[in-house]
């Protein structure tokens, strides 16, 4: 697919619409033939530093793409997947919950890691471990799912009880980013991910009526803080007290509806950055990026995209979906990130040298193009005899 070809197909008509449905269909053949038996979605097969890894946060956003698009036995697997890498830790979590209880927490080096091998252990690699937001993630995305098409969550209870003791006794920690970055901050759209993921399993129905309780608290707790130290100039902020504006913000907005999409806190979040990091539809994750040379990300441009949807505004989503498409290589592919509009454009070598190209696939760009291209009625969500079919 190549850029010119779709620039000239607008999206609405019938040549745009048949190419992103086209490419919608590779990205969920593409995420089912990766997907591992384990259920692990590798965030991408060929990418040296991540290849043989499934992150939570990836994984909850592409299962989301994947339930979205009728993919429901994928979205099940995975979601078993890191209800086993839970169950695992059963012990380690309770340790957790009981020091951060007796007021004695343990160091992030024993707190739980942010990836895991697709047979669902911790791996060798070095990496940027302790990251809350993926807990919370999963927690989000498998209670949509349940609710989405109908199914029992009681297959993930215990998983999703650890998840809340765990993200309950230590959500006010500081912890790396989505980037993996800015470890001494409490970063605001970490909060906003376990925030969504309390709120959507209290609501669920799977919790005892203490846990119930005490995630309604959390949540409200959460809420207030963001609102009182989470916000600059009406707009949230990349951490509590900076500044500056994170594209990872959008997704509170859509799909984790913590902030309301046409409250005057969203309109404005979403409003700065698209001012600060879209250019064209392609978005940046926050002006000082380095990584690569600080490129676009088309899976930001989805989330641009969501966002702008729920506030009514379909032109914006169209063309955010409409600029993810443009960066697919030819076979269908699309990467973490491309290199137009660099940032920092003297710091790509840098990284071409230690873990060469660009992450390309990157599953979870394919699993948000999934997920705007369904919301946008671009491509309609599979029928149940495709499912049972193999989900291609
Ligand atoms: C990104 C993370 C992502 C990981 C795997 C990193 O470069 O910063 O957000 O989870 O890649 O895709």
Not at 134 to 146: C, I, K, P, Q, R
Not at 241 to 263: H, K, M, Q, R, W
Not at 360 to 372: A, K, Y
Request: net charge negative; charged share 20%; glycine share 10%.
């Amino acid at each position: 697919m190549t850029d010119a070809a779709l620039r000239s197909a607008a999206p609405g008509s019938p040549a745009g619409d048949d190419r992103l449905s086209a490419l919608a269909r590779f990205g969920s053949r593409l995420i089912s033939a990766e997907q591992h038996e384990s259920g692990a979605y590798p965030a991408s097969p060929t990418f040296s530093a991540y290849a043989g890894y499934s992150w939570f946060r990836d994984g909850a956003f592409i299962a989301d793409g994947m339930s979205s698009y009728g993919g429901v036995a994928s979205a099940d697997r995975f979601f078993d997947w890191c209800a086993g890498v839970l169950l695992a830790r059963r012990a380690a979590i309770e340790r957790i919950v009981a020091r951060a209880e007796a007021g004695d927490p343990v160091p992030d080096a024993e707190m739980l890691a942010t990836r895991f091998t697709l047979t669902g252990e911790e791996g060798a690699d070095e990496w940027w471990d302790f990251q809350l937001d993926g807990y919370g993630t999963w927690l989000w995305a498998v209670a949509e799912h349940s609710a989405r098409h109908g199914l029992d969550a009681g297959r993930w209870r215990e998983a999703i009880e650890l998840t809340v003791d765990y993200l309950l006794s230590s959500w006010q920690r500081p912890c790396f980013d989505w980037w993996e970055e800015n470890a001494e901050q409490v970063h605001v759209s970490t909060l906003g991910c376990i925030s969504a993921g309390l709120r959507a399993v209290a609501e669920l129905g799977v919790l005892d009526a203490v846990r119930r309780a005490d995630a309604e608290t959390a949540v409200a707790a959460i809420q207030s803080l963001i609102e009182e130290a989470g916000t600059v100039d009406g707009h949230l902020a990349k951490w509590l007290g900076s500044t500056e504006v994170d594209a990872s913000l959008l997704a509170l907005i859509s799909p984790l509806g913590v902030v309301p999409a046409e409250s005057e806190l969203g309109r404005r979040t979403v409003d700065v950055i698209d001012r600060d990091l879209n250019v064209g539809s392609g978005v940046h994750r926050y002006l000082a990026d380095s990584y690569y040379g600080g490129g676009q990300w088309p899976l930001l441009s989805c989330f641009l995209g969501l966002a702008r949807l729920a506030q009514g505004d379909r032109a914006a989503a169209q063309a955010a979906l409409l600029w993810a498409a443009s960066t697919a290589g030819d076979d269908g592919s699309l990467p973490e990130q491309v290199a137009e509009h660099l940032l920092a454009p003297d710091r790509v070598a840098e990284w071409v040298e230690r873990w060469g190209e660009v992450a390309d696939p990157l599953l979870w760009s394919h699993g948000m193009f999934l997920r705007l291209a369904v919301d946008l009625g671009v491509v309609a969500p599979m029928a149940a005899a495709d499912r049972t079919a193999g989900e291609r």
